[in-house]
């Protein structure tokens, strides 16, 4: 009954004259006695979901493995609806290296949940629950706040650190929230921070949900002075005529195409074309997910000084990051090979 459903559904229809073609991918979820109408439509639900994961036209039937799944979903939102007052978010910070001088430039502020049972729990995991519940926008402020206070720290502990900056992501949902500016000029009025200290990294799909809307917002979280930056960049469907009607200030090079880098001279062609098409917009460019020796070599001679990933440094707690302000470690490419060899 379901491919009959999907054959009648992929028929081409006429609209105005214009031939349209759609497809539908099927959940499905049999009843039996212990079913109500809310487990089966959410079961139901469930395997949809996984169709649309799996390819376009897809047909899942729930069983067992997605029933665990969605208990586990389910288990992981409702625990993470409270964690952030009981105390279990912590923001961790990965630092952004000038790859020519080998100084530490900045870090990007990363929320880190631990589980009491559980323990640590991918952010690939929660991040996306916290979005579809609406819990991301408290603890997208929480980072916020707590990332400024952090880089202030640092700042006045140590005169090195004078000029880092700090990254902050901010989801859709944040973006979305009406009172998103407000949010953001209070919190760096109440830290005291640099707003030109603060760089807000949105992803490359923001651009494309409702350009005006976005045009407006950025354009008001940039005249309070902080920098705006698109992570993941080339991963994502904006163009660069659209890219030119926002106050963007950075580019973030995917680590898809870093690690990538070196593989073959395509691959290298289209790093090296972000690099220039940055220069011509007059953006920075910071390369992420560095892994290997060879990755920094050719991302130094392709012209990117800013660079961040396990190569140089994971993800750490503040404390770590203050031990190397206060050590005036300094990053070399030969020091790196080293580490890696």
């Given at each position: 009954v379901a491919e009959r459903i999907r054959m009648v559904l992929t028929?081409?229809?006429?609209?105005?004259?214009?031939?349209?073609h759609i497809t539908a991918s099927l959940?499905?979820?049999?009843?039996?006695?212990?079913?109500?109408?809310?487990?089966?439509?959410?079961?139901?639900?469930?395997?949809?979901s996984r169709a649309k994961e799996f390819r376009r036209g897809s047909i899942v039937v729930f069983d067992d493995g997605l029933r665990h799944q969605a208990d586990q979903r389910l288990a992981t939102t409702s625990a993470l609806h409270g964690a952030l007052d009981r105390g279990e978010l912590a923001v961790h910070y990965q630092p952004i290296i000038d790859i020519v001088s080998g100084k530490l430039t900045g870090a990007e502020s990363l929320l880190r949940w631990t589980h009491p049972q559980r323990g640590p729990i991918s952010p690939a995991e929660f991040i996306p629950l916290a979005e579809?519940?609406?819990?991301?926008?408290?603890?997208?402020?929480?980072?916020?706040?707590?990332?400024?206070?952090?880089?202030?720290?640092?700042?006045?502990?140590?005169?090195?650190?004078?000029?880092?900056?700090?990254?902050?992501?901010?989801?859709?949902?944040?973006?979305?929230?009406?009172?998103?500016?407000?949010?953001?000029?209070?919190?760096?009025?109440?830290?005291?921070?640099?707003?030109?200290?603060?760089?807000?990294?949105?992803?490359?799909?923001?651009?494309?949900?409702d350009v005006e809307y976005f045009q407006t917002t950025l354009g008001n979280l940039h005249s309070l002075g902080v920098r705006l930056a698109i992570d993941d960049f080339g991963t994502g469907y904006s163009s660069l005529s659209y890219l030119s009607q926002f106050p963007v200030d950075t580019v973030k090079i995917d680590r898809a195409f870093v690690s990538l880098l070196g593989a073959n001279s395509t691959d290298n062609t289209l790093t090296e074309a972000i690099v220039a098409m940055a220069g011509a917009?007059?953006?920075?460019?910071?390369?992420?997910?560095i892994e290997t020796y060879e990755q920094l070599c050719i991302l130094?001679?392709?012209?990117?000084?800013?660079a961040q990933g396990f190569l140089l440094s994971r993800p750490v707690p503040a404390a770590n990051i203050s031990e190397l302000i206060n050590s005036g470690h300094i990053w070399t490419v030969e020091t790196a090979h080293r580490v890696t060899t």
């Open positions: 028929e081409p229809w006429q609209l105005r004259n214009e031939e349209l959940g499905i979820a049999l009843a039996d006695a212990t079913s109500t109408p809310d487990s089966l439509l959410r079961d139901a639900d469930a395997a949809l579809e519940s609406g819990s991301i926008v408290p603890m997208g402020t929480w980072v916020l706040e707590q990332a400024c206070e952090q880089l202030v720290r640092w700042q006045l502990e140590n005169p090195c650190a004078s000029g880092m900056t700090i990254a902050v992501n901010v989801s859709v949902r944040q973006l979305q929230s009406p009172d998103i500016v407000d949010v953001v000029g209070r919190i760096l009025r109440e830290t005291g921070v640099r707003p030109a200290d603060v760089c807000l990294e949105l992803t490359e799909s923001v651009l494309m949900n917009l007059d953006l920075d460019v910071v390369a992420e997910g130094q001679d392709l012209g990117v000084h800013l």
